[in-house]
């Protein structure tokens, strides 16, 4: 069974820092991309970063420069290191690991940036 649990998030103050992680257990994590979503309330689900399998990544416009995403393979663990945060950045956070006919989320983890 694929499970995807998420932790580091919480309450800072704009320009602070987070670091989220996600650990999977119950599949080959190596060989998968993965994702960082967040959902704001009252908005709909947005892709905040990506990696590949080979450690390709991407980032909304939104977040470029202030946010990067990795995964350490050995630890089956995936990052995202959050720096300058803004108010806008409020949102519940949630890794994603998509697979052929599939796509497993993490029960997600709150950030409020706040003063």
């Known amino acids: 069974q694929v499970q995807l649990v998420e932790s580091g998030g919480g309450l800072v103050q704009p320009g602070g820092s987070l670091r989220l992680s996600c650990v999977a257990s119950g599949i080959i994590f190596s060989g998968y991309p993965m994702g960082w979503y967040r959902q704001a309330p009252g908005k709909q689900r947005e892709l905040v970063a990506g990696?590949?399998?080979?450690?390709?990544?991407n980032y909304a416009d939104s977040v470029k420069g202030r946010f990067t995403i990795s995964r350490d393979n050995t630890k089956k663990t995936l990052y995202l290191q959050m720096n300058s945060l803004k108010a806008e950045d409020t949102a519940v956070y949630h890794c994603?690991?998509?697979?052929?006919?599939?796509?497993?989320w993490g029960q997600g983890t709150q950030v409020t940036v706040s003063a």
């Open positions: 994603n690991l998509p697979t052929i006919g599939y796509t497993y």
């Open positions: 990696i590949t399998s080979g450690g390709s990544r």
